[in-house]
């Protein structure tokens, strides 16, 4: 009696085993076929699923000179961003440090807040840092989609504010939508999106051709306040 209850447990264990294996079979037959179907696409269809892409518009001041290397920046750090109800840890520090970067490889006087602030007080850390502009960001979108999974890009959209500490008048917004690329290995995430598009603005305030930043060195060390 002992026995045959043994064997019937094993039996049934062993059929566990096999659906289990059935299942992740299938999961993983149902992940390259849909990675065929997409490889298909993008070779009938042409490059676009291998990169990412990258929209910009932007609006100046009419009176708004090129800025100068002299000129000091105070680069704030945006809220972190909302997405599913959620926020996104360290996405507003990631955007800052991009920003930062990509001022740095224009000018040595960038400074970075050490935390998010709200925007008088980012005013008057700006002026407490003798700066000349505040370079504001707002995450308006972070979307981290497993994008190898269900097709759908990651998104990052972004504004980014050039204020004049002197009149806290607005010279320079940019609006930034940057969507992933459909191929991916799985580690692509929205900040991967920031470097490019915010290098490319940075550089048509000092009206400097653009070239990308994967080519460029930082000429100086960060600064916090």
Request: charge should be positive.
């Amino acid at each position: 009696m002992i026995e045959s209850r043994i064997d019937a447990a094993l039996k049934k264990q062993q059929a566990r085993s096999v659906v289990v294996k059935i299942e992740k079979r299938g999961y993983e037959m149902g992940v390259n076929f849909f990675r065929f179907v997409l490889l298909g696409a993008i070779l009938m269809g042409g490059t676009i699923g291998c990169q990412n892409t990258y929209h910009q518009t932007s609006e100046i001041s009419p009176a708004q000179q090129p800025l100068k290397a002299t000129n000091r920046i105070y680069v704030a750090i945006p809220e972190d961003a909302i997405y599913k109800n959620e926020s996104v840890p360290n996405s507003g520090r990631r955007t800052a440090l991009a920003i930062t970067d990509a001022f740095q490889r224009q000018t040595k006087s960038v400074t970075l807040a050490r935390v998010t602030e709200a925007f008088p007080d980012v005013m008057i850390h700006a002026r407490d840092r003798e700066a000349d502009y505040v370079a504001y960001a707002t995450i308006l979108k972070w979307e981290d989609h497993p994008t190898e999974w269900n097709g759908i890009r990651d998104q990052l959209v972004l504004k980014i504010d050039l204020i004049e500490v002197a009149t806290g008048s607005i010279v320079r917004t940019t609006t930034i939508d940057a969507r992933g690329k459909v191929l991916t290995d799985g580690e692509a995430a929205p900040q991967d999106l920031l470097a490019t598009p915010v290098d490319k603005f940075v550089r048509t305030l000092y009206r400097v051709t653009y070239e990308p930043s994967a080519l460029q060195k930082s000429v100086a060390p960060v600064t916090t306040r």
